[in-house]
Structures are given as structure tokens and as C-alpha cells.
């Protein structure tokens, strides 16, 4: 049965309206759909409708999902959420700080490391002067915890150009097991990067926050032994320093002066346990303060890297002294790095969060 005149049929012939004719046409228009109704549209496609700036809820951005940004950003990486190989910020930072992201997994136990030996009790040297007296003293040199409000990295390759970071350093010795957390401050491309790395019995752990990425990732696998930040330092090289301090099998060669400051030379040798490449370190000891102002890593006979301080820049903080200015050359290479330190204030109260793998990167 047709529908009454002027009624809308749906399914009546071809669609149109009934009974609306005109006095100058007998045919019947059917309204078209505008451009901008929903079914055009559905029809285009998304980065189209995107261009058009179509209002329709279908064609929106969609929040990031908070319980599986990733997941979320894999199936459609436009709709604002972080992945780590489409993000455009991100293959931008990664693009101007090209291998930086590798080794910021190691900076933070190197600079840790670097300025734990950096420390030592304002006493003078034991009556004995043999190496484990020597050696115990300079074990002593790590205070139960250490800020440095900043210490400064320069390296220069062996072209002449340079990289200056900055960062504040806060580190704990809590049952012989050291923590410490870096901040980056400075350059601006790295500026809020944060590392924290906690000794532990069997392995370290390394976490790292990068800000292009708001996420903390733990850092695992061999890249110990590579550059720290494209500085002559290496995690393992410090590690290497680290034990040397608990050698039983250290060697006193004798005394020596180094740019008129009298000097003790020790020679330490890796462990049968303890992976290493290189085969010695010798060491220059200010008596005074147990401080090193010299160590060389030898590969065999040959001296690899080395690192040279002097005793015009040794610095007292309370009962504690350090080294103001550093500088570690790799000889093979042609590199080398100066590290600054400004600021050491030793044995203070810091506060758990520092140290937190969840919270470590939150604040000053």
C-alpha cells in the first residue's frame, strides 16, 4: 500500500517523496547528502578527514591508553601516544643524540665510581708504609653518603670537538652496597635525564629515565665496557678502581714525586675471579690525604688509558677530601675527558626517593 501524499517512504519506488510535484515539472527530486555529512565522511579516510578538520566523533584522536601506551600506540601510532620507533619527537632526540641513549646506561656508575675515590678521611697516612696500609686507607676514602651539586663532563675527540654535560650527583654506602642517583641538567637536549644505579650481591641495577620517553627503563646486557657519554671512561674501567681497593695482593713500588708533590706508587693486579682487560693499574697516592693524583691501565705493557689529577686542586669538605679537577685520556684512542666537581658535601641525610627506581627521577 503507498503512503499518503507527502509522507517519506524509505523503501517506496526509488527513494523519494510522494505527491510533491510542481506545476512547471512532473519529476520527483530526491535531497542529496551534503560533503560533510556522516556517510561521506565514513567513506574518506581517516588522514583525509583529519585535513578536512572533521568534527565527527568517529575521526577524533583518541586519548593514549594509560594501562598499555605502547600496545595502543602500535595499532594506531597518530592518536597521540608514545612508541619508541614511530614517536616523531623521539626519533628526533634519538636522531641529534645519536649512540647517547646506548651509553647513558653507564654514565651514572662511572661518575659515581669516578668520585667515590675522590673522598678520603682528612688523616694523614698509617705509620706502616706498606701497601695494605696504604690500601686501607684509601678504602676509607667512600663516606657513608655524598652530594655533589655538580659535576661537570667535557670531552673532546680526537678532532677538537667537545660535549660539556652537567648534572648533581647524590650517593648512600648502605652496608658496603653503593647507590647513587645522577640528574642531568644540562645539556638542553638531554636536561631532565635521570640514571640510578644500586650495587647489588650477584649484579648491578641500572635504571634510566629519559624525559622524551616520561618512562623508566632498566638498563641490562653488556654495554658496560663502552665510552661513558662519549667521555674516555667506561663502567668497567671504575669497577676495575673499585676493586683494586679490596686487592690483598696490592704492590708498594716505592716512592716517587709527581709535579713536586711526593707521591706512594702501588700496583694493582685483577683478581683470578674477576674479568678484566686490563692486565695492571699503577697508582700515585698523595700520602697526605690518600688520594690518587695519577693511575695508569696498562693492556699488557702497553698503557692504555690514563687518568692524572694534581694536588693544587685537592678541596676539603667537613672531614673529607677531593678533587675538584680530573682528567682521564685514552692514549690509543687520541681522546680525553675533563670531569669537574663543585660543590661535595659529605656524609647528609638524603632521602629514600633518591633512590627509589619509581621516584628517583621526580624533583631536584
Known sequence: MPPAPGAWSPGWPWRRPIGLRTATSTATTMPRRKPGSWRSARMRTRSACAAAKCPCRSCRPEKPRA???????????????????RNKRLRSWRRQNRGWERVMTRILAGILL??????????????????????????????????????????????????????????????????????????????????????GTKSDEIYVFVPALNKVRRVTGGSMDGPLWGTDLSYNDLKQVQNAFYDPNAKLEGKATL???????????????????????????????????????????????????????????????????????????????RIKVTGVAADKDLADRLFNPSTFYVGN
Open 67 to 85: 594501562a598499555s601506551p605502547l600496545r595502543s600506540s602500535a595499532r594506531n601510532p597518530r592518536r597521540g601516544c608514545i612508541i619508541l620507533s
Open 114 to 199: 669516578a668520585a667515590a675515590p675522590l673522598l678520603a678521611p682528612a688523616q694523614g697516612a698509617p705509620a706502616a708504609g706498606s701497601a695494605a696500609a696504604i690500601v686501607e686507607c684509601m678504602r676509607a676514602n667512600i663516606p657513608s653518603s655524598v652530594q655533589v651539586k655538580e659535576v661537570e663532563l667535557i670531552a673532546r675527540d680526537r678532532t677538537g670537538g667537545e660535549r660539556q654535560l652537567r648534572g648533581r650527583l647524590y650517593a648512600t654506602n648502605d652496608k658496603d652496597r653503593i647507590k647513587a642517583m645522577l640528574k642531568i641538567g644540562s645539556p638542553p637536549d638531554l636536561a631532565g635525564a635521570a640514571y640510578l644505579m644500586k650495587e
Open 259 to 337: 709535579d713536586g708533590t711526593p707521591v706512594q706508587v702501588l700496583q694493582f693486579s685483577p683478581q683470578p675471579d674477576q674479568a678484566s682487560r686490563y692486565s695492571s693499574i699503577r697508582a700515585w697516592v698523595e700520602p697526605k690525604s690518600c688520594m690518587a693524583l695519577k693511575a695508569e691501565f696498562f693492556e699488557g705493557q702497553t698503557v692504555r688509558k690514563r687518568f692524572s689529577g694534581s694536588a693544587k686542586d685537592l678541596r676539603q669538605a667537613g672531614p673529607h677530601w677531593y678533587l675538584s679537577d680530573m682528567l682521564v685520556a685514552d692514549l690509543k684512542e687520541g681522546t680525553q675527558t
